[in-house]
T-cell receptor, first 116, second 111 residues
Framework: DARVTQTPRHKVTEMGQEVTMRCQPILGHNTVFWYRQTMMQGLELLAYFRNRAPLDDSGMPKDRFSAEMPDATLATLKIQPSEPRDSAVYFC??????????????FGEGSRLTVL | SQQGEEDPQALSIQEGENATMNCSYKTSINNLQWYRQNSGRGLVHLILIRSNEREKHSGRLRVTLDTSKKSSSLLITASRAADTASYFCATDVTGSEKLVFGKGTKLTVNP
């Protein structure tokens, strides 16, 4: 049963600490997306990758957030330093996109981050 | 920034009734998708409709797309308590592979 796996599921940290969230996309998928969900803003697109190359990270605060795909089985989202306003649920999603067309996305269960 | 806007924000109905949710968007799209999210869980894909399609069915789901009005609707027929969830539309903007989500409609189906 193929699924997107995210770790950790829950994280509580102090302001100023580094946070790393990990995602294992579904094998064979060529796109990976990071979204952040809050009550106020809904689902915000932070960054996405195609064939491991970052295509767009304009939704991400550049000074503190970074997203990478060190290999096809791992995507990471790092926040350094973390701030209380970063508290949210972070979702990773993967999909198989034809050239120029997006397709169905498969979401992980999310990483719930609380920054005190 | 949000591309899609769902309407209504919340909807409460009785089991067996139909539920209709609407989505409006701003720019040209390749396709429009609907997702469902149960409380505390990830989103699950329901249905995708391409920009050259007008209507699509999947089980109890019916989706329409009007590109001239930049709007879509999701109809769930004969609703069940298990359909209680938030429903999101997402647009795949032309020229981009980004999938941008609206803020969702929270559906409650009362037994």
């Amino acid at each position: 049963d193929a699924r997107v796996t995210q770790t950790p599921r829950h994280k509580v940290t102090e302001m100023g600490q580094e946070v790393t969230m990990r995602c294992q996309p579904i094998l064979g998928h060529n796109t990976v997306f990071w979204y952040r969900q809050t009550m106020m803003q809904g689902l915000e697109l932070l960054a996405y990758f195609r064939n491991r190359a970052p295509l767009d990270d304009s939704g991400m605060p550049k000074d503190r957030f970074s997203a990478e795909m060190p290999d096809a089985t791992l995507a990471t989202l790092k926040i350094q330093p973390s701030e209380p306003r970063d508290s949210a649920v972070y979702f990773c999603a993967s999909g198989l996109a034809l050239t120029g067309l997006g397709g169905e996305l498969f979401f992980g269960e999310g990483s719930r981050l609380t920054v005190l | 920034s949000q591309q899609g806007e769902e309407d209504p924000q919340a909807l409460s109905i009785q089991e067996g009734e139909n539920a209709t949710m609407n989505c409006s968007y701003k720019t040209s799209i390749n396709n429009l998708q609907w997702y469902r999210q149960n409380s505390g869980r990830g989103l699950v894909h329901l249905i995708l409709i391409r920009s050259n399609e007008r209507e699509k069915h999947s089980g109890r789901l019916r989706v329409t797309l009007d590109t001239s009005k930049k709007s879509s609707s999701l109809l769930i027929t004969a609703s069940r308590a298990a359909d209680t969830a938030s429903y999101f539309c997402a647009t795949d903007v032309t020229g981009s592979e980004k999938l941008v989500f609206g803020k969702g409609t929270k559906l409650t189906v009362n037994p």
